[in-house]
């Protein structure tokens, strides 16, 4: 008998969707740590996209962009050591209301 997480990956790259779901689990984890490590954040910043190795995250304003730039390396950190992504390059900071 197979273990469920070897039959969900085996699906999920069959059907093609493998690469969406590493991308969806990457922004979970972002967000999950973002709101974790600095909830002042929640409504400022958006854990926008993961494509290509770059993880994309908005902010709203100056002030919260200023804040994420000192928890880029952290962050990128935590998700590349503690969660094993080892795909993600980088992360990217954008400014847009």
């Avoid at 990457?26 to 290509?52: M, N, Q, Y």
């Avoid at 995250?57 to 000192?70: C, D, G, P, W």
């Amino acid at each position: 008998m197979e273990h469920i997480g070897t039959l969900i990956r085996r699906t999920l790259a069959r059907r093609g969707l493998a690469g969406e779901a590493q991308a969806g689990l990457i922004t979970h984890h972002a967000r999950e740590w973002l709101a974790g490590t600095c909830p002042s954040l929640r409504d400022c910043a958006e854990v926008h996209t993961f494509k290509d190795g770059i993880l994309v995250i908005r902010a709203r304003h100056s002030a919260a962009a200023q804040e994420l730039l000192a928890l880029r390396e952290p962050l990128l950190a935590y998700l590349r050591n503690d969660c094993q992504h080892g795909d993600l390059q980088s992360v990217r900071l954008i400014r847009s209301p």
